[in-house]
């Protein structure tokens, strides 16, 4: 028995905010943005928070599956930025939509975090503990980031996608193959930096949680990682990357697709973009992406789709999903 895709949704901060309007608060230019990026636009949070999105994204989310939040048994939300340390924003959501019979807990995992999600939604419905998992990737990265860092700041954005899993109805849909791997060794070239010990026994001058990363070593891991794992997991389901319609890729750069595309000897057609209008979302990138797609109506029965993150932690995961 496989897992299927059975409902999407997403939910965006309605601020949306230009490079233009970048370039008048700091020493950058859309230029420079969108030539090494491709991100001309990004939202950022005023009021929404990431429970409140990761909340609006599943109620669409149930919607398009035709679910109801009594009938959810499991939600697992993937996120660096939730809201509080506890509750977990699984849990806030649990609250905000009256899933009142699940069971919640978040993940972090950065922005692979919707594939490691995924994979732990897949064994608990495999192995019949639950039946209908709602899985969010969200998050309100602007509260941490260093605005007097152009070099990151410019990159992400705020926003949460979902997507409603369940058992599928026959073997030809569904979670085809799936593949996470993790290397710590690496972890501080993309860190959200200061949690340090501080108790009567060791004082420690705490300063603001902020993302740090070096921007090139995560490039030089991005385009060998993901292209492997791509082919990993297409080798596992039996398939070429000619079976596969689109390639629904985390979006932190179009440099990144970019090259992936070419390793892969796939056109870039097949590779559809959000971080044009979204930034770099870490975890809600690939659900809301994924979302953008469905309900384009891009997606029919049987279409063979790859979705894949990577980033903090390191971490990274692929995904072959048959619609
Ligand atoms: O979810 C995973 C997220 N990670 C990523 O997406 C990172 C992947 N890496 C990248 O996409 C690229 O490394 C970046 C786009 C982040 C940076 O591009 P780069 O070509 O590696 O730039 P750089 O950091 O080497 O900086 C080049 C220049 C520097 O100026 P100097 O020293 O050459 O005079 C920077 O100070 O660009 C300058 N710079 C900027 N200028 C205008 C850095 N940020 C900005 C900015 N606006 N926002």
Request: proline fraction near 2%; hydrophobic fraction near 45%; glycine fraction near 8%.
């Amino acid at each position: 028995m496989k897992t299927r895709i059975a409902g999407t949704g997403h939910f965006l901060p309605k601020n949306v905010v230009t490079n233009d309007d970048l370039s008048k608060i700091m020493d950058t230019s859309d230029e420079w943005i969108s030539s090494r990026t491709g991100i001309r636009e990004r939202r950022l949070a005023t009021e929404e928070t990431t429970a409140s999105m990761s909340a609006e994204a599943a109620k669409l989310a149930l919607a398009d599956a035709g679910v109801s939040a009594q009938d959810i048994d499991l939600i697992i939300v993937a996120t660096v930025s939730a809201d509080h340390m506890t509750p977990s924003t699984a849990c806030e959501v649990q609250a905000a939509i009256g899933a009142d019979h699940a069971v919640a807990f978040d993940v972090n995992a950065a922005c692979s975090g919707f594939l490691f999600a995924l994979q732990i939604a897949d064994m608990y419905i495999k192995q019949g503990v639950y039946k209908n998992a709602l899985i969010i990737g969200a998050e309100t990265l602007s509260k941490i980031m260093d605005w007097n860092d152009r070099s990151t700041c410019v990159l992400f954005g705020d926003g949460a996608g979902a997507a409603v899993v369940c058992p599928a109805q026959d073997d030809n849909q569904g979670l085809a193959s799936i593949t996470l791997g993790s290397d710590g060794a690496k972890g501080m070239v993309l860190a959200g930096i200061n949690r340090s010990n501080n108790n009567p026994y060791v004082k420690t001058d705490i300063g603001p949680h902020y993302i740090h990363m070096d921007g090139q070593e995560v490039y030089k891991f991005a385009v060998t990682t993901v292209p492997a794992s791509i082919e990993k997991v297409l080798d596992e389901a039996g398939l070429t990357s000619e079976d596969i319609k689109y390639f629904v890729l985390h979006q932190a750069n179009i440099r990144i697709l970019q090259s992936v595309s070419k390793r892969l000897k796939v056109s870039m057609d097949k590779f559809p973009i959000s971080l044009d209008h979204c930034g770099n979302m870490s975890a809600a990138s690939v659900p809301v992406l994924l979302d953008e797609v469905n309900r384009k109506g891009m997606l029919e029965k049987g279409d063979k789709i790859v979705l894949a993150g990577f980033g903090g932690g390191l971490t990274w995961g692929a995904c072959v999903v048959e619609w």
